[in-house]
Structures are given as structure tokens and as C-alpha cells.
């Protein structure tokens, strides 16, 4: 179970597809995990890399003392490209994870 440790706690992730490809991180909305991708998953891992992961709070991230801010929400999905070295992406998020990416 890959996890990223930050001053916050730990967040899950899953990165699969080609590694040469181009990345793409998908966010979740609020309520759910990184699991509501499965049904693109294996149709995006054809041509990209995948990047997924749970939001502080939600599956198997850590649930930190609340509230969150989206900036917060904002800052850990930089920590995890970071952390992977991944200097570019495109970005799909749905409702809070759309505002995520904004």
C-alpha cells in the first residue's frame, strides 16, 4: 500500500500505467476514494500514467484534525507529485476534486 508521508499524515495513492506516458491524476469528490476511477482506469492506463489517491479523510489517507481548506487539499496532491517527480500532469477531478485542481 503506497503511502506519502506529510506534516499532515499519510496519503494513499496508486500510480499505474506506462511509465513513459504522460500522467494524469484524477481526484475524487467528497465522501468517496480513489476506487470510484476503477471503471477508467484500465481504459486511461492504455495511453497514461495513472495517478490516483485518496484525499485527507477519506479510504485509506489519514483522517487529520479538520477542517480542510481546498488550498490544503491543493497543496498535498503537490506533495504527491513531488514526491513521484512528476513535473506535469493533466488533471480530472470530479465536484471537490474538480475545485482541487483549480
Not at 476514494?33 to 477508467?40: G, K, L, R
Not at 490516483?52 to 489519514?62: E, L, N, P, Q, W
Request: charged share 15%.
Amino acid at each position: 500500500m503506497p503511502l506519502l508521508a506529510t506534516p499532515a499524515g499519510d496519503l494513499f495513492y496508486e500510480l499505474t500505467g506506462p511509465e513513459a506516458a504522460p500522467v494524469v491524476v484524477l481526484s475524487n469528490s467528497l465522501g468517496t476514494d480513489y476506487t470510484m476511477w476503477d471503471a477508467q482506469v484500465p481504459v486511461l492506463a492504455t495511453h497514461f500514467r495513472v495517478l490516483r489517491y485518496d484525499s485527507r479523510g477519506h479510504g485509506r489517507s489519514v483522517v487529520s484534525p479538520g477542517p480542510y481548506s481546498v488550498a490544503q487539499l491543493g497543496q498535498d496532491v503537490l506533495a504527491l507529485l513531488d514526491a513521484l517527480g512528476i513535473d506535469q500532469a493533466h488533471f480530472c477531478g470530479l465536484s471537490l476534486g474538480g475545485l482541487v485542481g483549480q
